[in-house]
Structures are given as C-alpha cells and as structure tokens.
C-alpha cells in the first residue's frame, strides 16, 4: 500500500520558517523516478501547485508566489521529499499536500495534508 506522510506544519508567526517533510512508503518503483510536488490549499479555495522537483533530484520549479521563499528537496535515500519554507505570510496558510506521480495518473500518489497555520 502506497503512503505519503507529511508531517512538519503548525502554527508559527509571520517571518518565520518551516519545514515540511513527505515520507513515501509502499512504492511500486524507486522513490527517485517520482516526480514530487507540493501543492496547498487554503481555506475556501483551490488546491493550488507550489513547487516541484524532478526525479532522480532533476530541476527544480515553484509558483512565483513562494519563489525565493521556498525551497524542495528531496533524499532518495530516505524516500522522503522536503519543503523549506522562509519568510512565512499569512497568505500561505493551507493544507499543504505531498504528490508524487510517475508518468501519469496510473502512478500518482497523494498524501493526506499538513497543516500549515501562519497567524499572529
């Protein structure tokens, strides 16, 4: 059975930093053929792409609304995918999902979301 596990969200100020990690067990392929992605969703609205990673720890690319803030990573040793988030808004409060696909939707997977609250 394919699992994504996020973990790492919470509650944190404006101007603070984060890091989110994805756990991937249960692959049918290696960990590092997967393309990874985090997306987020806010309340009330769309779950929205934020960044990606490439398999084999190939280019990376974000929505220009976290560029320079954030930034992924991924261990293929650990199977674990990261996201390091700076600088944090209140703007980027919102389940914060973990996708990792392999040519189509035949292989791709989601994790269940972590919760990434940034209030004063």
């Known amino acids: 059975q394919v699992q994504l596990v996020e973990s790492g969200g919470g509650l944190v100020q404006p101007g603070s930093s984060l890091r989110l990690s994805c756990a991937a067990s249960g692959l049918t392929l290696a960990f590092r053929m997967y393309a990874i992605r985090w997306y987020r969703q806010a309340p009330g609205k769309e779950r929205e792409w934020v960044a990606g990673v490439a398999s084999f720890g190939g280019p990376t690319n974000y929505a220009d609304f976290v560029k320079g803030r954030f930034a992924i990573s991924r261990d293929n040793a650990k199977n674990t995918a990261y996201l390091q988030m700076y600088s944090l808004k209140s703007e980027d409060t919102a389940v914060y999902y973990c996708?990792?696909?392999?040519?189509?939707?035949?292989?791709?997977?989601w994790g269940q979301g972590t919760q990434v609250t940034v209030s004063s």
């Open positions: 996708n990792a696909m392999y040519g189509g939707p035949d292989r791709e997977y």
